[in-house]
Every structure is written in structure tokens, then in C-alpha cells.
């Protein structure tokens, strides 16, 4: 057994902690993380988001009707709770509504972290997220995952959305243009640095 690292939970050998840098943006980000997320420690972004955004929580599950973490912030009036997901009627960072709504509270974004097969489950589940305003990108952007097949172009990995919605939301000045979102992309582009490496000595060695 490999010893790993009790934060990114990877071997100690091939630990990312030292290119984590955190980035306060102002905004709390909650991750719906699927169980099977868990598991994917050489491609989940979820957690390498979640230890680059202070304030930031991961909800382990499937249906999250009943959580009662979720339930709590809901319920809390000093957060504006959205959903990070595309809908044909989505707000987007720059969308006035969302100024408008958004007034003296925190931005809540919530995202699933999951394959976009099993998020269509957790969505169809997770009853308390059907009333949610839903957010999206106004622009279009192309995923960096090259080792990771995306089952759609626009389609971007957990840690590429947080980092594309920070720069929309300060393009929108939601977010203080002093804040610096490059971390995630450093760290999320040293993964892929890592698991490329490993995969040419797969090829050489084989």
C-alpha cells in the first residue's frame, strides 16, 4: 500500500499540494462530489478545486433531498444559492438579474462533480435543486483535459469551471479585479503535466 497525502489524497510521491496556491475570490463554492469522484484520484479536479478555494465544501452522495448540510445553506439568507449547470434559461455572470438578486449577499455556487451521465441522476434526485436559479458561461471554452475524453467540446472539468466563472464573474465585477484565479489552472495543468509523464514511461517502459 502507498502512503498517501491526507489532503489531495494522493502518493506522497506524486502529491500536488506544493502547486496549490489559494484564491479568495469572495465566492463559496460547494461541491456535490458523486461517490465514484472518490475514486478517481489521478483525474478528479473536485478536490483539488475544493483545497484551492477557501470556504469551499464537498457533499459526499447521490441524492441530496435530505442533506442536511445542503438544506442549511439553502436556508441561509446571507447566500445567493445557484446552481453551476447549463439550461436553455441559464443567468450568466453578466445577466443584470443576477446583480440584481445577488445585492449584499454571497455568491453560492453549487456544482456536481460528477461524469454528466450520473449528474443527470443526482440532478433528477437532489429535489432541492430543482428551484434553484441555474448559472452559466457566456463565453465558450475548450477543455485542457487532453488525456480525458469530454463527451461534449464545451464541456470543462470541475476545477477549469470554477477558474472560467471567477474570470466572468470579475469581467462582471462580482469579483474584485485584484483577485488572481491563474492557481487553479497552474495546479489543474501540473495534474496533466504529471499524467502525461507517467503515461510516456508507460509507453517506454512497455
Known sequence: MRELCLMCLRPLSSCYC?????VESGVKFLFLMHPKEMKHQRTG??????????????LMGVDFSKNERLLSLLADESYFPVLLYPKANSLTPFSPSLKTSLGKKKLLVILIDSTWFCSKKMLRLSTPLHTLPSLSFKGQY???FTFKREPKEYCVSTIES??????????ASIV???????????VFRQMIRFQLQKENERITSG
Do not use: D
Open 162 to 171: 470554477c477558474y472560467y466563472l471567477i474570470q466572468e464573474l470579475k469581467e
Open 45 to 58: 479536479t473536485g478536490r483539488l478545486s475544493h483545497l484551492s478555494l477557501p470556504e469551499s465544501e464537498i
Open 18 to 22: 506544493k502547486y496549490i496556491k489559494p
Open 142 to 144: 475548450k477543455s485542457e
Open 176 to 186: 474584485p479585479q485584484n483577485v488572481n484565479a491563474e492557481p487553479l489552472m497552474g
